[in-house]
Nanobody, 115 residues
């Protein structure tokens, strides 16, 4: 059974940092590109960042590039998102996803950035 469990969200002030984690199970983690998405209140879910299966290549949406860093540890089946210089517009529920398993979503983790 595919499971994706996000954690690490919370309330932070503008300019602060958070590190999100995603624990994956039931998948061949090292064979899958991994992706972070987010969904703000009243908005559609949007793509944030992608990392290739080996971790060598990362891509980011323009709104987070230079502030967020996606990484992974294939020995632990873990995905991470380091978020720095947070802004109120980063407030959202953040989800991780395995590209090879498009039907599976975790419960998400709430990030709230206060101004």
């Amino acid at each position: 059974q595919v499971q994706l469990v996000e954690s690490g969200g919370g309330l932070v002030q503008t300019g602060g940092s958070l590190r999100l984690s995603c624990a994956a199970s039931g998948i061949i983690f090292s064979d899958s590109f991994m992706v972070w998405y987010r969904q703000a209140p009243g908005k559609q879910r949007e793509w944030v960042a992608t990392i290739t299966d080996g971790g060598a290549v990362t891509t980011y949406s323009g709104s987070v590039k230079g502030r967020f860093t996606i990484s992974r540890d294939n020995t632990k089946n873990m995905l991470y998102l380091q978020m720095n210089s947070l802004k109120p517009e980063d407030t959202a529920v953040y989800y991780c996803k395995a590209a090879r398993y498009p039907d599976y979503w975790g419960q998400g983790t709430q990030v709230t950035v206060s101004s």
